[in-house]
């Protein structure tokens, strides 16, 4: 789907009036999956890359990680996204590296020695 | 938790890790300049709350209501829902399956979750099961039955598989007796599952 092909299809959600919700069952199953959604869209939309080519190393990514079920789907999408980003050049490694370790210093420095155990810490998902 | 590594193949990252990172993604993005303020929060509430399967319904009731309209639906369906002013349908070659007495159509992506977004919002988690993708192929009846579907030995099952340039979506029955209803009450009946087959439409 071409940037302008889902600029339509969002134009047209917009346009659609408030039918009832009733198969509107939440679909991610943390915010940050959505987000990673949103983001890929996004970069879509913005030119940044065509749809089919974002596609193909999400089909890669999960054959080549056959996940059990569908958990992991977004962690797929999350790796096919950073990929193609690096492959684009639209981000280099270091500036993604520093950029994660900044994140993680932030959590660290604000949450102390709290978090011994991975969680997904909802305060800090939106 | 100080080493930062990336782009690991088949690194599972934890939650709160991919948190972090899709937050830090995000910012380096805007940062740069790649991504426009507040364009991710357009597309994530839109295809979290608005899409739905709401476009594809409306597809389906005004095939219900106008036969010759269906019969272009059926023939070729990307061409079809542009008529309504439907865009985005990924590559342009989505499939419709009528389902009938006789025929009942279930649609798949073995692969990974190939789903007409623009039609049905977004899919819903089973249908990117593993135990989803591999058994309905296998046994599609069995796994019917288990999502609540019981489709008479007399009726065929075809098991449609998606693909990148393939996007199926399945014209339900209209259920009897809803001849008084519109097309925007129609619309209202038919559900996510019964556009991928796991579901009849009912009153």
């Known amino acids: 789907m071409s940037g302008r092909a889902i600029e339509g299809v969002i134009a047209d959600m917009a346009g659609s009036s408030a039918l009832p919700r009733r198969n509107g069952e939440l679909v991610f199953s943390a915010p940050w999956e959505s987000r990673a959604f949103g983001v890929a869209v996004s970069l879509c939309q913005e030119g940044v890359y065509e749809w089919d080519d974002f596609r193909s190393l999400l089909i890669d990514e999960i054959a080549a990680h056959e996940p059990e079920d569908g958990e992991h789907y977004y962690q797929r999408w999350f790796a096919s996204l950073e990929r193609l980003l690096l492959d684009r050049e639209v981000v280099t490694e270091a500036e993604l590296t520093a950029r994660y370790a900044e994140f993680e210093a932030d959590v660290e420095a604000e949450h102390g020695h709290e978090h011994e155990h991975d969680h997904t810490d909802e305060r800090r998902s939106t | ?203």
């Open chain 2, 1 to 203: 938790m100080s080493e930062v590594e990336h782009v690991q193949p088949g690194h599972l990252l934890s939650e709160r890790e991919a948190t972090l990172r899709t937050r830090a993604l995000e910012s380096l993005l805007l940062e740069k300049g790649v991504l426009a303020d507040g364009a991710v929060d357009a597309v994530a509430g839109i295809y979290e709350n608005d899409v739905g399967p709401l476009i594809g319904a409306r597809v389906i009731a005004h095939a219900w209501v106008d036969p010759a309209f269906k019969a272009r639906l059926l023939a070729d369906g990307g061409r079809a829902v542009k008529e309504l002013g439907i865009t985005g349908i990924e590559g342009d070659h989505l499939v419709v399956l009528e389902n009938t007495r006789d025929v009942h159509n279930v649609v798949v992506c073995t692969l990974c979750s190939c789903y007409p977004w623009a039609l049905l919002g977004l899919p819903p988690r089973w249908y990117k099961s593993y135990a989803y993708r591999s058994r309905v192929v296998i046994e599609p009846r069995t796994v019917l039955r288990e999502l609540g579907l019981d489709v008479p030995e007399s009726v065929e099952i075809r098991v449609w598989d998606s693909s990148s340039d393939m996007r199926y979506m399945v014209l339900p029955e209209r259920p009897a007796r809803t001849e008084a209803l519109g097309e925007a009450e129609l619309a209202e009946l038919v559900t996510r599952e019964a556009m991928i087959g796991i579901a009849t439409v009912s009153t």
